[in-house]
C-alpha cells in the first residue's frame, strides 16, 4: 500500500511538472499580493541593519515562541545558540509532517506559503546561514508545487540566491521526522536517528551547526514580528502565550485545522470551534498529540492543550494533533493500530525500540493482559531507546491503562 500510495505522489508531481494537472488547492498567495501588504519588509530590513537580529530574537522572547514540531524548546533561545556557534551554519526546515492525525503543516504550506518563506529566510538571516534546505513530505504534491513556483519566483525577485533554498523530498520513513535521522537523510543516508550530544545545534548536517525547524514555528515569525511579540503572546490562554494551529480529527462535527489560543482545552476547541461532537457521539477519549501523545478519558478533557500540564498526567501535546474518539469507538482497536504503527515504523537501530515495540504489541494481543509486565517493559523502553520513537510508543497502551478500565482493553473472549 506505501508503495502505491508513493506511487500516485509521483505520478501527480508529474503531471503538475508538465501543466497538465492544478491540484486543488494551489491557494498559495502570490508574492506580489504579499509584499503588498507588508510580507518580506521585515527581512529587507533585518539585510540592511535597520532591524537588529536582538530586537528579532527579544520579540520572539516576548511572544512566547517555542517549537511547534513536538519538543517545544524557546525558539529564540535555539536561533541564538546556532547564530553564536562557528561559520558555515546551516538551516533546515522540518516538513516531513509525519505523526498521525497532524495536517496543519499542509495547510500552512499550501495557504500561507509565503509567510512560511518569509519566516524562513528571516531565520537564515538571523543565524547569518550559508544554506537552507527544506525537507517535505512527499506525499504533498500540491505544498512541493506551490513551493517550487514560490520559491523561483523569490529568485527572479532576486529576494533570494538561486539555490539558496534546497527543496527535498521525504521518502515516506515516518523516522525521517526525527531532526537527526531527517539530516542523516539530506546527506543522502539511511534515516538512522543520531546519538546525543553532540546535538545538531553544534554538529548537524555535514557536521556543521544547524537549525532545525518545523513549518508553523517559522510560519508565525513574520506574524509575531509585524504584530509586535507581547501583543501576540497575549493572545494565549491563561498562562499560555500566543496562537498554535491544531490538526483536529475524529468524531468531532467539523474537523479541520484551528488556529487557537495555546492552551484552550480539549472541550472548548471542541464546541467552539468544531462545532461540537459528531451527531449521535459522546466523547470517551482523545489523544492529544496524534500517535504519541498518549490517549487520555473524556474526564480530563478541561486540561490545556499546550506544553506542561498534559505532562503531568502521561501525556504530550507534541505536533498538536488532536483525535476525538466516542463512546462509538472501540478503545482496544485504537491501541492496537496504534502499536502496530510503532512496531512498523521503529527505525531498528536500537534494542530496546526494535524489539520492545514488537513485544509490546506481543503482550497486548495476549489472552490476558499482563499489567506489570507491560508497565515495566515501557519503564525500559522509556529508558533506554535512542531517539523520540522508541521513547514515546509506549504512551497510548500506558496512558490507556491508568485512565481506562481494563475491560475496555483486554481481549475479547471470542477474538
Ligand atoms: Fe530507531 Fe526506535 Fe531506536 Fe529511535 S528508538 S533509533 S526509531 S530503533
New binding site residues.
Given amino acids: 500500500k506505501r508503495h502505491a500510495d508513493r506511487a500516485s505522489a509521483a505520478d501527480v508531481l508529474a503531471l503538475i511538472d508538465e501543466g497538465a494537472f492544478t491540484p486543488l488547492p494551489l491557494v498559495g498567495e502570490s508574492l506580489d499580493a504579499y509584499r503588498a501588504r507588508g510580507g518580506y519588509r521585515q527581512l529587507q530590513a533585518l539585510r540592511d541593519g535597520a532591524l537588529p537580529v536582538e530586537t528579532v530574537f527579544a520579540e520572539l522572547e516576548a511572544a512566547g515562541l517555542r517549537g511547534m514540531g513536538g519538543a517545544g524548546f524557546p525558539t529564540a533561545r535555539k536561533w541564538r545558540l546556532v547564530r553564536a556557534a562557528p561559520a558555515p551554519r546551516y538551516l533546515v526546515c522540518n516538513a516531513d509532517e509525519g505523526e498521525p492525525g497532524t495536517f496543519k503543516d499542509r495547510v500552512i504550506l499550501e495557504e500561507q506559503t509565503h509567510p512560511f518563506l518569509d519566516g524562513l529566510l528571516l531565520a537564515a538571516a538571523c543565524i547569518d546561514a550559508d544554506r537552507c534546505w527544506i525537507y517535505l513530505r512527499d506525499e504533498y504534491p500540491a505544498a512541493h508545487a506551490l513551493l517550487r513556483r514560490e520559491i523561483a519566483a523569490l529568485e527572479a525577485a532576486q529576494l533570494v540566491e538561486p539555490g539558496f533554498i534546497d527543496l527535498r523530498r521525504g521518502a515516506g520513513a515516518y ?1 525521517c521526522g526525527e531532526e537527526s535521522a531527517l539530516i542523516e537523510s539530506i546527506e543522502g543516508k539511511r534515516g ?2 543520531r546519538q546525543r550530544p553532540p546535538y545538531v545545534a553544534e554538529a548537524g548536517l555535514f557536521g556543521r551547526p544547524t537549525l532545525v525547524n518545523n513549518v508553523e514555528t517559522l510560519a508565525l515569525v513574520p506574524t509575531i514580528l509585524a504584530a509586535g511579540g507581547a501583543r501576540f503572546g497575549a493572545l494565549g490562554g491563561e498562562g499560555f502565550a500566543g496562537l498554535r494551529s491544531y490538526s483536529v480529527s475524529g468524531r468531532v462535527r467539523e474537523p479541520g485545522v484551528k488556529q487557537a489560543p495555546a492552551g484552550i482545552s480539549t472541550r472548548q476547541l471542541i464546541d467552539d470551534y468544531c462545532g461540537g461532537m459528531a451527531e449521535g457521539h459522546q466523547l470517551l477519549a482523545y489523544l492529544p498529540g496524534g500517535a504519541s501523545g498518549g490517549i487520555l478519558p473524556a474526564s480530563l478533557a478541561d486540561l490545556p492543550l499546550h506544553f506542561g500540564e498534559l505532562e503531568k498526567h502521561g501525556a504530550l501535546i507534541g505536533s498538536a494533533a488532536l483525535i476525538v474518539l466516542s463512546d462509538r469507538d472501540d478503545l482496544r482497536a485504537a491501541v492496537q493500530a496504534l502499536l502496530e504503527f510503532f512496531a512498523d515504523e ?5 534494542t530496546p ?2 524489539i520492545g515495540t514488537e513485544k509490546m504489541l506481543a503482550l497486548f494481543e495476549a489472552p490476558e493482559l499482563d499489567v506489570s509486565l507491560l508497565n515495566e517493559l515501557a519503564a525500559l523502553m522509556r529508558d533506554a ?3 523520540g ?2 521513547q514515546a510508543a509506549p504512551n497510548p497502551l500506558t496512558t490507556a491503562l491508568q485512565y481506562f478500565p481494563q475491560h475496555q482493553l483486554a481481549r475479547k473472549r471470542d477474538e
Fill in positions: 523516522i538512522y536517528p521503529s527505525c531498528g537501530q536500537c525500540c526494535r531507546s535512542i531517539c520513537l522508541g
